[in-house]
Each structure stands twice: as structure tokens, then as C-alpha cells.
């Protein structure tokens, strides 16, 4: 782009007419970008990130990790990715790279004049669906940490975000079942709840599933809100459509809905209208919900059904969408 020995844009010197072409053709080519954090290895032990910025929510062992693409190792839950500094992985080369700006914020970057032409030409572009976009598929909660913290001018240029992840009742606040009275005979001693056992197929994801630092479940909540926010705001924008598919790994179908901090009170809390439909999995001890939110700011409609969850399907199928990548 740029000759270091008379600084001269090659670029620059095209004509217009060319110039505005390959403009074009940036903008209409679609660009996904994978978003997340990782743990930082070496020979198997957990080490700090001391080469990072803070991000809060984040703990220091953990590194974010983003990858130009679409690559569903970065959101598996059965395997997580890890950063393994002693080991020839791929994951490290994205480990510490500059800001992931797709092709038309890394035009802009170039010089000022570039600047100026580019976004007089993007002000004036007639919108429409073959217009290209960017699509973020981020992990919950790391990935929408990172993002808010490092990456928060992606959400202007993003017309899709897709966010998957668990979310792990806290302990503390979870409902107690209330024990059965007999409407009879109420002298009789209460009869307690009957309790169902989970599968063994269950209690083994439930392993690979630990719950989030402190750290991480205070700050998680803010930065969904705050995300959600900025691209379902009431004035409109580039947004066309956000996804989210989180598993609640346990708990009762209530906890779902009665607690603050779950991520889909938060999306349903911060989403000014728009069109919102949800599927709700319910289990015994697992529940799962995809929820889609298009931006409407002059309506509000909520559609959900509802669907049985059975034990041998697997939290993997479910966070991550069989139809993923989508087309922007």
C-alpha cells in the first residue's frame, strides 16, 4: 500500500473511478470475525498474561483470542481452546496481534485522504442486502468482554452478531423447592419434593462446565447490556440481527427467567423493540435457549415455544448453530 522510500500511496495514484471499484468491492465482501479468550499454558501449568492491557472481567491467565473467519473450536465447550506457549499451535499466532480490523477500517488506517474518500463514499452508498457487512460470533462471556474492552469499534460496521456460551446459576440465590401440604389434612407433616436424579451423560458435561471468577460473573452482565444497547438502540443502523444460544448447565426451568444477571434477561431488558423470538430446551437439570432479536424500534413482539430436552443430546449441537457461518 504504502512505499517507504517516497511515501507514496500506489493507491493514490489510481484514478478515482478505479479507486472507488476497489472500494466497492471491500465493502461487499462479507467478513467474519471469531472473538474470545483463552487460557495461557506452559507445559500444562496456567500462566499470567503480564503482555496485556487489563480487561476487566478477564482474569489474567486468560489471553483474547480472535481469528479472521469462522472457526467453531474457538466456541466449543466440550473442548475449549487453550493457548499453549510451548506447543506449535495456531492459536497463538492470533494471540497477541494487533486490532482485528476488517477490510474497509483497514483502508482507513492508511492515510487521511483514504479516510476522507472512503467514508464519503460509504455515507453515500445506497443501502442493501448485497452490500456485504461484518458478522461477530462471540463466546459468552469472555468473547463479549473482549470486545467491549478492545474491539468496541467493530459493533459500528457489524450487521450480525452471533454470542453462544453457559451461564452457571449462582448458588446462593437459588430458589429452594417448596415442600408439599397436604390441602386435606393439613396437620399432616409436609411431604418434601421428589427430587429427579441427572443422567449420567449430564453430570459428565457438568464437569467440563466450571463456574466463572467472581470477576467474570460481575462484569459479564454489563458488558451484554451495554452491547446489546449500542446495536439494538432506538435509532437504526447497520444491525440486522442478533443471536444468542447459551445453555444453563443447572438449575430449574425458573432460574432461567429469575435471575438479573442471566444473559437473556439482559438481552430481552436492553433491546429497544424489534422482533424477538426464542426456543426454549427445558430438562430436568439442563435448559438451553436460542434467541434471535432484528431490530424494530417502532414495535415489540416476543414469540416462544417451547421443546423437551432430552439427555443424550449434546450442548455442543446446541451452542453452536447448524447453520453457522451464516451469510451477511
Known sequence: ??????????????????????????????????ITAAPLTVFGHNIKDTARAEIPGVPRDYSPLFRYGYDSK??????????????DNELN??????????????????????????????????PGKDNGGLALYLTYPYGVLVLKELYPFLLSQAKAVYISGYYNIPKASSPQPTPFINAINPSLPPRP?????????????????????????????RALARLVRTILSPKP????????????????????????DAPINQILRNTCGGSISMHV??????????LVAKPNPGSRTVSTN?????GS????????????PEKV
Open 281 to 290: 430446551s427445558r430438562g430436568d437439570t439442563v435448559n438451553c435457549v436460542h
Open 313 to 324: 443430546e449434546k450442548w455442543e449441537d446446541y451452542v453452536i448453530g447448524p447453520e453457522w
Open 193 to 221: 419434593m421428589r427430587l429427579r436424579m441427572s443422567s449420567p451423560f449430564i453430570r459428565q458435561y457438568m464437569k467440563s462446565l466450571p463456574p466463572f471468577p467472581l470477576c467474570t460473573a460481575a462484569a459479564a452482565p
Open 1 to 34: 500500500m504504502l512505499d517507504q522510500s517516497n511515501q507514496h500511496s500506489f493507491l493514490l495514484g489510481l484514478p478515482t473511478e478505479i479507486r472507488l471499484q476497489i472500494y466497492d468491492y471491500c465493502l461487499a465482501d462479507a467478513n467474519v470475525l471469531t
Open 237 to 260: 443502523g447497520r444491525m440486522q440481527k442478533l443471536e444468542s444460544r447459551i445453555v444453563f448447565p443447572e438449575g430449574s426451568y425458573a432460574d432461567v427467567w429469575c435471575h438479573d
Open 306 to 310: 417451547w421443546s423437551r430436552w432430552m
Open 93 to 126: 499466532e492470533t494471540c497477541h496481534q494487533s486490532s482485528p480490523y476488517y477490510a474497509p477500517q483497514a483502508l482507513m488506517q492508511s492515510c487521511g485522504m483514504i479516510y476522507a474518500e472512503l467514508s464519503d463514499y460509504m455515507r453515500n452508498r445506497r
Open 74 to 87: 474457538l466456541l466449543s465447550l466440550s473442548d475449549p481452546p487453550s493457548i499453549s506457549l510451548d506447543v
